[in-house]
């Protein structure tokens, strides 16, 4: 029998792309028992629908530092 900690252990095993999608779908089909007055749940899962269905939108955290560095001079 497969308990919460085999589970656990598989899960973080995953790719990080894989764990997060994997997180969403958790979350997602969990009621909404969180008020969401500023709709940042909505948003948040309208942009992982938007980076599945367009995967090369997808940059690395360094590319993100890297950005942010390249902005700020």
Request: cysteine-free; overall charge negative.
């Amino acid at each position: 029998m497969t308990t919460i900690t085999d589970v656990e252990k598989l899960a973080l095993d995953l790719p990080e792309q894989e764990r997060a999608r994997l997180a969403a779908n958790l979350l997602e089909s969990l009621p909404g028992v969180l008020s969401d007055e500023d709709e940042g749940i909505e948003e948040a899962l309208r942009r992982d629908a938007d980076l599945e269905a367009n995967p090369n939108q997808v940059i690395s955290l360094a590319q993100l530092d890297s950005q942010i560095q390249n902005r700020r001079f």
